[in-house]
């Protein structure tokens, strides 16, 4: 009998059944990955219409968000880079940028319209980044998140 992975109310995976199940679900996992990912690369793309364009902005945020702890989380137990988010500090705030592929030595990396939309120059002329610099850069935010929750 195959598992399936369970979808609770707040939409992320349900943990508990991930620890019980393990190895079975890491096909649907990757799958429910590159879903997750393809729909957070969909919503920023979207525009905001300017009529209740602060109400938009926080719905998409509210969004983009559920979305980034659910590819982080799935990430996490896929112990892989694919959907991992890295930030480069830019003027008040970040520049997000998500990683869609990786290879021997290199990740691709794609942006993210969050908030104010912050970009970084250096990335968007070249989106191709280090493996080693981005596994630095998400490594990094780990420990950063682990020390500040």
Same mark, same amino acid.
């Given at each position: 009998m195959k598992?399936?992975?369970?979808?609770?109310p707040g939409g992320l995976p349900d943990r508990d059944r991930l620890k019980k199940t393990g190895a079975e679900l890491i096909p649907?996992?990757?799958q429910r990955l590159t879903e997750?990912?393809?729909? /957070?690369?969909k919503v920023s793309s979207q525009e905001i219409p300017r009529k209740d364009y602060f109400k938009g902005m926080t719905a998409k945020m509210k969004l983009q968000d559920a979305l980034m702890d659910e590819i982080k989380f799935l990430a996490k137990k896929l112990k892989t880079l694919r959907g991992r988010i890295i930030q480069f500090p830019r003027g008040d705030g970040y520049? /997000?940028?998500m990683v869609v592929k990786t290879g021997r030595r290199t990740a691709r990396v794609e942006w993210i319209d969050y908030c104010d939309a912050w970009r970084d120059e250096r990335v968007d002329r070249n989106p191709e980044l280090p493996l080693d610099y981005v596994a630095q850069k998400v490594n990094g935010q780990d420990a950063l998140a682990k020390i500040f929750g």
């Open positions: 598992s399936k992975l369970i979808i609770v649907v996992m990757e997750k990912m393809n729909e /957070l690369l520049a /997000l940028y």
